[in-house]
Structures are given as structure tokens and as C-alpha cells.
């Protein structure tokens, strides 16, 4: 049957990095099909305890740089090997992990540069536990898949990968080599989506109905980044591609929220549509000479990408993207229940009949300086523990040394992660899906099970001490 699946994707698949669908083919991809022969369901799954975390990094640009530097802090940690097309960055990251061991942790640590597969290289000699992957987008599958067969599990940035083709390969390498690849979703660890998460667990909101995930952030300047850094290879996506690009900000939170493909609800089926594309069209012709590569594209893809999601149990998201439009940065994060709602940007939340102190009704919000009481009450105990050591460690205001806390601290303890393969897979599956829809002007996709039904199995995330 693995065989046969296979050979069905290959025929049916995605050409190319979500470029040419046949979204026929995504309808189709509901099916579950069998594991691999002695596969492992990877929902709850606990690796091996690991005394010392030894990490290797593919990719130390914008992204892994800071994530090298944020593992270099954690205790049972050793950085071993990193890798990076270009020298200066991977050399220059390697001597900040050192200066933080102090001599005594990271003294060691092998640079892989200059060629394109120098990873593989590195992955075969060093041998690492565990690989994090800061890489273009279309890297981000092969290289998690190599990582895993290689024994190393494997975190990789966002998105997990490009096409449902891709996923499937990600889950099916994770269940037979018993290895945990988790995307790298850290705004889950946001002061706020874990506020959000706890009120939700105690039922506060009450039965929940429906969510909203957006991610605002106009991103038009990473267009100078022509030869090297983040809008070298960003760019083009934008104009051979049409749809949500980049969902798993929002989505990833509200997802958690409603415990989907956690034993409760799981997504179902998506609709999407796209304005038109007009601002990155603008933008090249303003500040690139007409010959410049930009100015030879069409960005066909919609300045922004609005999506509705179906779940199981009926229950509505929206999903919205758009790094295009002059507009104010913001993650809209909306979780609505049938006794209140919790909102983002700013942090708002009404209950019904009132919040408690602080408001009469619920027509209006609670906000600003009188949420203190409660965050107060329902701050999340892993805020509560880590909060002012994230903070001073940073990122994104200390959610990423927080997920990366998280991870060594599973690990080294035998604890399942707190995001695992198929979260990822699902909330990226967004992309493609959302793709198909537009392509054929709106129409409902369904989403793969990517846990072959297992889902109704797993454990909710546990809201951790």
C-alpha cells in the first residue's frame, strides 16, 4: 500500500514548488493511506531521554543565526556543526556560540561551507541529535527528511514544506525512523496565545465556535535583498504563486486552541480567495530599473489571501495573509466561544455578562492596563516559569528562546514536543490547499488526514507547569 501511494502522489502530485496544481489531485488527498511496515504513530511519541543534546544548524542567516546562538544558552546543550553557503555568516555564529560556553561548552564546532550539499556532509560525519533548518522553503523537506534517515530529529522553520507530496514524505520518514520533526511555530509561545491557550483548557470561552489567524506584515523592502538574504529567494514565490503563503503564524495558535488533530476536532476543508496582485508590481517598477530581474516577473499572487476552514465538528477559521500592504504589522489571533471571546493586537477580551471587575457588559472590551488581573489569574504556568528568562533572552520578545527551551527540555526529558509532525503538516498544508482553491475560483479543498485517523487518539497539548 506505501508503494502504491507513492506511485499515485508521484502521478498526481504538485509539479514543482506548488507552481502547476491539479487541485483535483488535493480533493483526492483525503485518503488514508497505510503506514509503512513497522512505522510508529508519532502524535504523543517520546524519544529516548538525551543527557546532552548535541545540535548541528542548516542555515544561519536571518533566522538560524539567532536560533544557534538561543540553543548556545540552554543547559545540555553542545553546538557541533553548522552549515551555511556562505562562510562569514556560518564562521561569525559558530564564535558567538563559543563566546557563550565560555570555553567550557561549544569549544568544538565544525563549519560545513561554501557548496550545496556540504549539509549532507556534515550530517553524515557529526552525527548530530538534533538539526534545526533555516533554509529557503523549497530545502525545508528534503532537508528534514535527510536529517531523520541520518538519525538526527529534525526542527525545521516555517513552513514545513511546499506540497502535500512533501508532507506525506515528512510524516512517513518521521513514523519509520521513530524520529520527532516539528516546525518551528513560535509564536505558539507567545505570552498571549499561551494565555489564550490556558483560558480555553479551563473552559472560559465555553464550547468554542470559531477562530481568526492572520498574519499582516509588509515585507516589500526584503525586494533589495537581490543575490543574498531572505528576498533573494522569497521574492519569486510572490509572483508564481497564489494563495496564503505563509499561514502558520495564526493558524498555529488558533489550532491549539481547538485541540485540532488532538482527540477533539481536525481540520476538514478550506476555501480560498485572493485580491488582486498589485502592489509588488508597484513596487519593483518604483525602485528597480526597468531591465532588473523583479521588473521581468508578474506577481501574480494576491496582495492579500483570505481563507475560511471547515473543521470536523463545523467549526469556522479565518486566515488571512498579506505581507504586501502598507498596513500596521499584526497577528489578528481571535478564539470565540459561546461565553466569550479573546482577541490580539491590541489584547482584548469580553465575556458574557462582563468581565469580572473590570467591565459591566459584554459589549464592551476588556483592555490595556485592566487585564493585569487576568493575566493574573490565567497566565500560563510556562509564562510563569520562563517568562523573564525568555524575555531576556529574546526573540520576537522571547517566544523563540522559548519553543527552543521547550524542545531541549522535552528532549532531555523524555516528553513528547509540544508541536508534533502531523500539527505541522496540517498548518502548512494551508499553502498548497488554499492554492488549488483560488486557482479554481474559490472552490472547497479537503485536507489529507496526515494522521491516518489517529487523531482522535491523541493527547491535547498539556498546559505544563
Known sequence: MNSNRRDFLKKSSIAGAGLAFLPSFLNASNFNFSPAFGATYMGDFAAPKLETVRCAFIGVGARGSGHATRTANIEGTEIVAICDLYDDWATNTANNCKKIGAGERHTEIALYTGGENEWKKMLKKEKPDLVFISTPWKKHAEMAIYSM?????????????????????????????????????????????????????????GELLHGEASYIHELKGQMHQVERGTGSWRTPHYANRDGNLYPTHGLGPVAQYMNLARG?????????????????????????????????????????????????????IMVQWDETSPRPYSRHNLIQGTKGTLTGFPTRIVLEGGVEGITENHHQWAEGEKLEAIFEKYEHPLYKRMGEISRKN???????????????????????????????????????????????????????????GNWKNTKPLAIVE
Not at 507530496?165 to 499561551?194: A, F, P, Q
Request: glycine share 8%; net charge neutral; charged share 25%.
Open 149 to 205: 534517515k541520518k538519525g538526527a530529529h529534525a526542527m525545521v522553520e516555517v513552513p514545513i514544506a511546499l506540497t502535500i507530496k512533501e508532507m506525506w514524505d515528512i510524516v512517513d520518514t518521521s513514523e519509520k525512523t521513530k524520529k520527532h520533526c516539528m516546525m518551528l511555530e513560535n509564536v505558539n509561545y507567545g505570552r498571549e496565545e499561551l494565555l489564550y491557550l490556558n483560558m480555553c483548557r479551563q473552559g472560559v470561552l
Open 264 to 316: 477533539e476536532d481536525n481540520f476538514n476543508r478550506i476555501v480560498s480567495m485572493s485580491s488582486p496582485g498589485k502592489g509588488r508590481n508597484i513596487y519593483a517598477k518604483k525602485n528597480f530599473d526597468a531591465t532588473h530581474k523583479w521588473n521581468q516577473l508578474d506577481f501574480k499572487g494576491g496582495d492579500i489571501s483570505t481563507s475560511i476552514i471547515q473543521t470536523a465538528m463545523g467549526r469556522t
Open 394 to 452: 529574546g526573540g520576537h520578545g522571547g517566544m523563540d528562546y522559548l519553543m527552543t527551551f521547550r524542545i531541549i527540555e522535552c528532549l532531555r526529558n523524555g516528553l513528547p514536543l509540544d508541536q508534533n509532525v502531523y500539527e505541522g503538516c496540517f498548518w502548512s498544508a494551508v499553502s498548497p490547499l488554499s492554492e488549488a482553491s483560488v486557482a479554481e475560483h474559490g472552490s472547497s479543498q479537503l485536507f489529507p488526514d496526515f494522521t491516518r
